[in-house]
């Protein structure tokens, strides 16, 4: 499969837990993005790299939350002291930063659930 | 503020018909607009893009259009199946350098036999 990849697919951790939480993108894609989604609405953006460069951040990335893509491949997403309200599915989505419409396409998610 | 703005939020239908989706947004300056349909539990899949100079695309069964003057999207799915039972997004872009996309609820459609 040479799509988006996210692990785990699934994690329950109790409040107050550190989770991380991992994003390959297709291989050739240079651009990557973190979304949350919370149920019955579209997702959200969180934050953007361009190859290692994390070039936007959304106000929705409090000071808990830090992504990082250190060799520019794949990224880490990482929630300090986890909130009952940070429950949600997190989707990750790559993209081509070359001409054209920068279609991004999208993993399958890590739904977390804080307990 | 950007927003994205889509009806219905929920629609039943027996298999076989048609239906239609709707997409309003205030994102400016516009760049393209996408269509997504999401199962639940997974990821976002992309079904349709369309920039300022398209009114109409097809694939499949979906036809999206898109009127740039009233800022307005539909997406007309013909000749329902099981299958189609999912979340559709509509997804507009903004041409302001800035490469975040902005996402509507989406419409939950249930198809059912």
């Known amino acids: 499969d040479t799509g988006v990849s996210q692990n785990p697919r699934h994690k329950i951790t109790k409040r107050g837990q550190n989770v991380t939480f991992r994003c390959d993108p297709i291989?050739?894609?240079?651009?990557l993005y973190w979304y949350r989604q919370t149920l019955g609405q579209g997702p959200e953006f969180l934050t953007y790299f361009q190859n290692e460069a994390q070039l936007e951040k959304s106000r929705l990335l409090s000071d808990r939350f830090s992504a990082e893509r250190p060799k520019g491949s794949f990224s880490t997403l990482e929630i300090q002291r986890t909130e009952q309200g940070d429950s949600a599915m997190y989707l990750c989505?790559?993209?081509?930063?070359?001409?054209?419409?920068?279609?991004?396409?999208f993993g399958p998610g890590t739904r977390l659930t804080v307990t | 503020k950007n927003q994205v703005e889509q009806s219905p939020q929920s629609l039943i239908i027996l298999e076989g018909k048609n239906c239609t989706l709707q997409?309003?947004?205030?994102?400016?300056?516009?760049?393209?607009l996408r269509w997504y349909k999401q199962d639940t539990g997974r990821g976002p899949v992309s079904l349709t893009i369309m920039t300022f100079s398209e009114n109409t695309k097809s694939n499949g069964r979906y036809t999206a259009t898109l009127d740039a003057d009233t800022k307005q999207s539909s997406l007309h799915i013909t000749a329902s199946q099981l299958s189609d039972s999912a979340s559709y997004i509509c997804?507009?872009?903004?041409?302001?350098?800035?490469?975040?996309?902005?996402f509507g609820k989406g419409t939950k459609l249930s198809v059912i036999p």
């Open positions: 997409c309003n947004y205030t994102v400016s300056p516009f760049s393209n």
């Open positions: 997804v507009v872009r903004s041409g302001a350098g800035s490469y975040q996309l902005t």
């Open positions: 989505a790559s993209s081509f930063g070359g001409q054209g419409s920068h279609e991004q396409y």
């Open positions: 291989s050739e894609h240079n651009r």
